[in-house]
């Protein structure tokens, strides 16, 4: 149902309170849908009809607001407008003046941030999640378990969210019974699977699948208007979420639903959110049993059309299910063809992406960032495991195991995991953007006896400078690193308030040389964060770091700066990392900070 | 879809005279392309029974899939007859048509279901214009997008199409228009380009080199920001546009 068909509501305040007991009983819900900073919609159904009203306030036996609808009806559906951003409301759900359930802790909801905020955001998903009972059900307590009292922000379905064929009743069981908890509280997120349209034509778009969901069609969540519910884009907070239609894959790379996903990518891009997340059935990389994507022409068709226009404007994340098992990709970019295609050059970094293994993947830039690397999540184990190969080269990791994947973007950094039914997480990638040092210095690095940080700040940005010296210590190639090949490196200056100057430097530049027994960075241009030179040299009790930034890139703050000082070089990738620290100065004005030790 | 044929069997095995079951069978063997095992199924929930629209329905899907057009025709409009309100199996018979080659009913269908329907989406309303296409009506197609976004709403997929067709039809205000109204609520450097390509089109240099400035300023809007490819394309572009212009005049 569009929200077209949304009756209009009225808001009152509430002037009375309800006395009589209704003779309906819930019988689906309350859900929660299309959050914005302003506005929800709660849905629910009713055994008998009746006139809707959800009452809402700040706390559970004071909800003083309601919005209301006299039409009698067992399928209710009301908007909430005029809330403020980011702000948790409790509720009830009923007829005119006659709560049934909620005004309780177990009934909340909470609005978007205004779009653009940088909220640490967290998203589950389930995909395949269909199959009623023990399975399902581990799946969803290992997530309880695992998140505690936090909430999730957003509940997605990655399609066949009810078996076999998607009806009525079988959604009633495999969705609303087994995630009711969830579902009052987390607005809920669906793409149309094939088994979806078996009951509900996507072509039509008339079914239960579409009767029982309310997805934007007129940009109502951000993005631009789709003109369907089976595809469309939503915003929260930095991230801008695009659900496409593989069971109406496209055929050719001028469809309406490929014309408007363009589009909605101009859009985002000037609209600059952090991320970008792709959610759809089908994937277009997966060896799950019977759900080749050499094979079944739906991938294809979206790997051939959809990808390279998602990438074309810095798709960071794609979510998909369909075969019944997990597998996660390298951080990968521009792979259309067959498996057997896929090249060292697709790969856009070989780690495992992992912050505990390779370490994180990194995008230069923050916002968007075409063509940078994305990874693509095949995450339908939500119910059931079917034994296959899981042996398609773009995967790096390939699990038969039950579960669900947990998304969290705080800020630069998006981190997704898998939890399997016994609640362990077992595969995690995180990729940052950006090239700022991280908020404090890192802790257990490696000192040395000698050491000395000098900056300065000239009335003449360009003349701007910073060294820092590190001397005496031990410093090994294996701590330090491939900074040419796959090491990201950064190189930070703290106060006691945070960075001062210095930045990440990721893996790859060519300005990297290795000489004897270390190596070295030059670049003229100075043009990473004003950096011109690091040395480093290797050997224990020996071994020596320097570096040499200068110039307006270097963006030296105003100077005095408040003490202690510390210096590091860190490995973002092994965590490795080494350091001065400098509890007193020598110098410390607004022109001049020295600072020596021992 | 073993899993589904499995379903099926269980279903048919466990409730022998059901017509639902026997239903639910041919429909998977319609996903599983095994025409001939789908329509005896259908020919089974029939005598037991199952609605005849129903199987009426899915035994003209079956036969359209099945490349036998006519038989499909037959079959569709003997539901038709009895359901002239169904939207859904008004567009199946466009396809139908479409198949036997009788592209201008197939889109008179298209256009009666996308009338009908509650909720149409925009690939109806392209099915409805390249069928018009296709047999030459361009002004027709137009107005068949027009009508379209009438009940879809002035989506860009839609739109994009017409400012084509305008341009096409040599109606280059309709285009700027159309294009004016995309650009209302969303500064979309690209379609600002198309604006200046429409104009140069039409001789009017001057305002197309004020669109083509316009784009580029959107653009570097993003400055600092690493441009989407497409984007990086467009600017370009519009660098060449513009240098290409300038040199123009000082010849001039």
Redesign the interface.
Known sequence: M?SASVWRWTTTILLSVASAASAATVTRGPYLQMPTASSIIVRWRTDVATSSEVAYGAAPGSLSLTTNDGALTTEHIVELNDLAPDTQYYYSVGEIGVPIVGDDADHRLRTAPTTGTARATRIWTIGDAGFTGANLNAVRDAYATYAGSSSADLFVLLGDNA???GTDAQYQTAVFDTHAAMLRTTPVWSVVGNHEA?SS?P????GPY?DMFTFP??GEVGG???????YFSFDYGSVHFIVLDSE?APTSSS???L??L??????A??N?PDWIVALWHRPPYSRGL?HNSDVEVAEINMRQYALPIL????VDVVFCGHSHNYERSYFLDSHYGLAATLTPANLVEPGDGDPAGDGAYRK??T??????GAVFVVNGSGSEVRNTTLNHPAMLVGLLELGSVIVDVDGNTLTAQFLNSAAQVKDTFRIVKGTTCSSAPASGCAAAPKGKVKVRNNSDNSKDKWSWTWKNGNLDGAGVGDPAGETDLAACLYDADGVLVGGTLLHGAPEWKTFSNGLRYTDKTLSRHGLKKIKLKFGTGKGSITIDARGAGAAVPTLPVVLPLTAQLVNLDNGACWESAFATATRNDGEKLNAALP | MDELKHDAVDAVASRPRDPAAHLQRARVHRLAEEWPTALAELGRAESLGADADEVGALRAAVLLDAGQAESALREIDRVLARRPDAAGLRFERGRICLALGQTEQAAREFGDAIAALPAPRPEHVMARRDALLAIGRRADALLALDEGMARVGRVASLQLAAVELEVELGRYDGALRRLDQLLAPRPNPAWVARRGDILARAGRRDAARAEYTRALALLEGRSGKRPAKGFDELRRRLEFELHSASTQEAKQ
């Open positions: 569009s078996y076999l064929t078996f034509n072509v039509t778009q008339v579409y069609t007129a631009i208007a789709s003109g369907t519910e089976s109406q469809t309406p639903m014309t408007w363009e589009a909605d990518l101009q859009d891009t000037l600059n019977l990438e074309d404007y810095g230069e830039a916002g968007l960032s075409p063509h940078s």
